[in-house]
């Protein structure tokens, strides 16, 4: 009897044959939603509130992975220190790396900041493989919604032609926002940011903005005492438009470098959430690149 | 059950040749590059520089396996000097086959080594009790734990650790798990085993948020339960919730407690063969130790989550040693004594917006039912008389981020075979995650006992390393 059920399913399914599509991250979700349309029905393990290099791994998204058909990553081992023990577990063939199940959102990007040397002496290293977040980029977003077609026609060769054509919307409306963007990007031209963790150099590249200094003196370590007087010391000297920090990160490090330097702080999600006004994500990176502009002053006439 | 499992650690290594035309082309080109780069803004500067150096990479490799084609070309029949990279690729089939012959000896290779790991645990121990001159007020190191986890083939991990002390080195735990081409998500465990029995048991002592396992799982269960024989294990979704269950069986219920403070405290591995012992006679099915766990997680919100389990451990009959005093330590074998254990274990963790602080609400409790044996019988045997204890513990654990965390735990538990003895005692713990492989923890506690020790005080300085690289896998 008990056997009987997944069997009748079977029979059921071309009917509701809806793929169950399963992202790592909010971004990936809201662009694979863009792009499956109705074929597909997404979820998302973790939002832009949440740190993505450290989503605690739980027997639940050991569930959900099972359950996938389609399971999307940004890849670059953003994902490193907690996907790939709980893929192991969820023993789902479907979306195992190598399966057409499986998809890299960060296939053709060029990734930045790859480490020469990766060595234990130096401190833990959470961007082994160079600069995962892409995904602060308009054209990084690009890449993602093009993997994401590509990949979804892989696992369902009928709907090539709907995911193209949603796909085709979805640049259209990009580049749509990009226009808009232009001010933003040109007064941001030139400006220069204080980070608390290297999410922008992509973002930085686009847009033409320096990242001078890094509260973190290397990907996932927190900063010691001299190292935090070493960057107010550059903040005061360099007079940057803002310190970047994303929403978990403004503890008695930030503040204090904000009350000791003045320099203004800028708490942003670093990717697309489920709360309005950044529940999609065009309409964050609208907010987010709007927020940087915003905070660069007004060129002297 | 393993909590960690370790990064693989297979790296292809480059051949002598196309690393020295590599470096060769490098140190050209860089030169060159040098020249031509002046003037230019620092950034531009360093991407020209990445991208050359890629190119001169992929270059040096194209080049070497153009080589090792042309050498192979001329001599078909002799093995390239530089033959690391098809030797890698043709890796699988040169160890593939049957696993020895009668002619033919085993050697093993680098290539495929297992993940390897090394624990080291130094304690210094203060404690206020009168008889403290053989545990505490010294430093205590715990036995080194070496482990090995390593895939043998499609179907099956071989996960091994091994405890040494200045005395030698025992196996704690060594065994199989075919989680590979078993229906649904059924794995299978053979060997000696860790038993599944609550959250704490199975858990290495370096992975706890205090220095030693609660003194109730070390009453009960000697800390770590374990036994030599096999497990299934399966889990499922019910709706949305994830369900997980084990039953096992094992040939005796051993224990390997390496703890510092608590009812274990100095002993190591119990159930260690006497000396001089009465033979046993035939084993029955009765002697068996057998093994049961539900357990479940629940998502409470996105933050939240709560994971309820209960477990079970059952001697249907075991013959157990005894020793009679004179003649001095010698060791009689009793007749069959049942023993049950019965536990349930609920923890409920709030995970701070962005994953670095979190909130842990931890307990489980414990009963235990053990025949009573008649030791003035010559060969001691059922008195026809039980004993039913119960204990357990609570502990709440707040980590600030990744690198700071505070513990605190109360206990009270009734001796095992003396239900009329009670152990009150607590524990609290601040812990310095300097990074991944690095911790320092210090430790406060009290013990009250109603047996004849003195109640009693104590404080730890832990400080713990882990050698090798490795990732956290989900226990549950
Ligand atoms: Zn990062």
New binding site residues.
Partial sequence: MYKLIPLLLLTLAPLHAQLSVLCTTRDLADIASRIGGNAVRVEAMATGAQD??RILAKPSGLLKLRRADVLIEMGLD?EHAWLPALLENAANERIAPGQPGFINASDGITPLEVPTTVDRSRGTD??PRG???YNLDPEGGRTIARNIAKGLALVKPELKATLDANLRSFEADLDAKLKEWAPHFARLKGAKFVVR???FPYLAQRAGFTVIADLEPM??LEPSPAHVAAVMDLIRREKPAALLVPPWKQDGITKRVASETGVRVLALPVGCTNDAPYATWLSWMDHLISALAAAVPEPAK | MSNSVFGAAAQSSRSPVSFNMCAFIFVALAARGALAQSGQPAGVQTLEQRVADMQIRYEGRIAALEAQVLHLRAAPTALPVADDAIEQALGGVMLSGVMGRLDQTTRFSNRFNPAISLVSDLVYSYSSRADSFETDNQFRMRPIELGFAGRIDPHVNLIAALAADEDGMTLEEGYAVWDKGLPDTFTLRAGRLPIDFGKLSAMHDHELSFVDKPSTLQEYLGGKALTTGLAVHHWFGVGEVPVRWSVGVGNSLGQDAHAIQGPAAGEQHHGAAATGAEPFGRRGADDFVWTARVTSSIDLGANDDLQLGSSGIFVPGAKEFFYTDPPANTAVASGALGRSIIGIDAHWRHADAGSTGAFTLGGEWIWVRMELADTSAPVPVFSGARNHSQGGWLFAEYAFDEHWSVGARAERFQHAEDSSLVWRGWNCALTWNIDEFNRVRFELGGVDTDDAVAPYGFAMLQWTLVLGSHAHALAW
Avoid: E, I, S
Wanted: charged content about 0%.
């Fill in positions: 993505p290099h953003l959470v961007h600069n995962p977040h963790h290297g999410w990907a996932g």
